[in-house]
């Protein structure tokens, strides 16, 4: 096993939702604070974020730059607010002070949503790419279905799970579908690409182009800011609903959420590199080099994580059972 972490200087944001995300699943770790470590920690998100995304404002939105910085804003909130939603809509949850949290870092969701471009397939993706159509031509209905979803807040509770039931088998769940099968066809030729690189390097002992690497990114980031559009917006009516349903703890678009929550995780664990092998064989065989590690996509949070090193056979093994699980 290899164990692989990020840089000790940290980006700050990265580093509060990481604290965060320690606080929440009971890791400890020493916080040099009397208050409520949760709620410290969550003004200085929202401070944090408030200005990220005022600073918005100044890339153009079409640019790398904005992609990276949208996404990594969108699924840092995601990440504290799913982990915060199901506290705040329990009756028996009586602190204000947290509710408030809750509800200003939705709205800091919705700046962000407001401030979103439209959809694109990423850098080097046709326009007419077959699998890239059918995708975009599920997601475009299925957004409109969920924001036509907001009119009925208003109608009884059933009417309204009957609504959310339907819009989740007839067009999120293809539509969800239809992404991973997207991200399925071009992640091969994209590693593809990468390991050629890499054995280049290992054989002719030369660097890693630094265009197969940004390839490679630049796709990955795109795709999450793509599932980010969706999550966003499934997190905005589930906000909406939470707030006219105070005392309800009837959550119908978690399972929703989960849904793409599930593909985010795939896309993750697929986009995880080992950007410098090393140039030693036997070394490589044996297991016992070190080598740096990081995701190929923006936004993704973690301290460190460990990586074994089995045969493309057990490899194929396990791709299987995964697929057998989630299927």
């Known amino acids: 096993m290899t164990s692989i972490g990020y840089p000790q200087h940290e980006p700050q944001l990265h580093k509060i939702v990481y604290d ?90 919705f700046d962000l949503i407001n401030k ?11 326009e007419n790419d077959f699998r890239w159509m059918q995708f975009y031509n599920l997601l475009v209905p299925t957004l409109t279905t969920l924001h036509d979803l907001y009119s009925q807040l208003d109608s009884p509770i059933q009417s309204l799970d009957s609504a959310i039931a339907t819009f989740s088998e007839s067009q999120l769940q293809p539509c969800v579908e239809s992404f991973r099968e997207l991200c399925g066809s071009h ?33 990955y980031t795109s795709m999450l800011y793509t599932l980010g559009i969706l999550a966003s917006r499934l997190q905005g009516f589930r906000f909406e609903l939470q707030c006219k349903l105070p005392f309800s703890v009837s959550d119908p678009v978690r399972s929703l959420l989960e849904l793409v929550y599930l593909t985010v995780d795939q896309l993750i664990a697929d986009c995880l590199f080992a950007a410098e092998p090393s140039t030693n064989a036997i070394l490589v065989t044996n297991n016992l080099f070190p080598f740096n590690c990081d995701s190929l996509a923006h936004a993704v949070i973690f301290k460190q994580f460990d990586v074994q090193i089995v045969s493309e056979e057990t490899a194929q093994a396990v791709q299987v059972r995964r697929f057998l699980l989630t299927d």
């Open 187 to 219: 992640a091969s030729a994209i590693f593809s690409s990468l390991r050629a690189a890499q054995l280049d390097r290992m054989a002719n002992f030369r660097e890693m182009p630094e265009e197969k690497l940004r390839v490679a990114t630049t796709y």
């Open 116 to 126: 979103a471009r439209p959809v694109r397939p990423p850098p080097g993706m046709l």
């Open 20 to 109: 965060l995300l320690c606080a929440f699943h009971g890791v400890r770790k020493t916080v040099d604070s009397t208050d409520d470590p949760v709620k410290t920690l969550l003004n200085q998100l929202l401070c944090v974020c408030e200005k990220q995304i005022e600073n918005l404002d100044h890339e153009v939105p079409s640019s790398a730059a904005f992609t990276v910085e949208w996404t990594r804003l969108t699924w840092s909130l995601l990440a504290v607010i799913s982990r915060l939603s199901s506290r705040f809509i329990d009756p028996r949850h009586v602190d204000q002070e947290e509710q408030q949290l809750t509800k200003r870092l939705n709205i800091k969701l």
